[in-house]
C-alpha cells in the first residue's frame, strides 16, 4: 500500500481549508452582500471605545432597532465592510482626515460621525418612560 497519495491528498485538504478560512475571516468570503444605495449603516469596528459607547445605549433602548431598520457593519477587519464605509464617505463629501473613522451612522442620504452626533440621532427613537409617582395614598 502506498502511502504518499494519501499524505498529498491530505496536506491539499489542509492547504484549501486554510484558504476558506482566511478568506472568510478577512471578508472577503461569499457571505458579503452590498446593500442598495438608500439603506441605513452604523459602522463599527473591533477596540472601537467610542464604538461601545453607541453599542451600549443602543442596548439599552431596544425599541429603537424596532422603530429604525438599519444594518451593522463592522469595518476594521472586514476588507469589504471597510471599503463600504468609503464609499459612503464619499458619498457624504467627508473631509479627508474624518474617512475611514467610527463610528460612523449612514441614514440613506448623508453621514453622522462619532458617538455623541449618532446618539443624539437615536435619541429621538428613544420610547419616553412613564414618570414615577411620588405622591402616596394611604
Not at 477596540?47 to 453607541?54: D, E, L, M
Not at 469595518?75 to 473631509?95: D, G, I, S, T, Y
Not at 460612523?104 to 427613537?125: A, E, H, R
Amino acid at each position: 500500500m502506498n502511502i504518499k497519495p494519501y499524505i498529498i491528498a491530505a496536506i491539499t485538504a489542509v492547504v484549501f481549508l486554510g484558504i476558506a478560512i482566511l478568506a472568510w475571516r478577512s471578508g472577503n468570503g461569499p457571505a458579503f452582500v452590498k446593500p442598495s444605495a438608500d439603506t441605513k449603516i452604523l459602522f463599527w469596528g473591533v477596540g472601537c471605545p467610542h464604538c461601545v459607547k453607541v453599542d451600549e445605549f443602543l442596548q439599552r433602548h431596544p425599541e429603537i432597532e424596532t422603530k429604525v431598520a438599519f444594518e451593522k457593519r463592522e469595518a476594521f477587519q472586514n476588507a469589504n465592510n471597510a471599503q463600504l464605509l468609503f464609499e459612503k464617505n464619499e458619498v457624504c463629501n467627508l473631509p479627508e482626515e474624518q474617512r475611514g473613522t467610527v463610528p460612523l451612522f449612514f441614514d440613506g442620504k448623508s453621514c453622522i460621525s462619532g458617538d455623541v452626533d449618532i446618539i443624539s440621532y437615536f435619541q429621538q427613537f428613544v420610547t419616553p418612560t412613564s414618570p414615577v409617582s411620588t405622591s402616596s395614598t394611604n
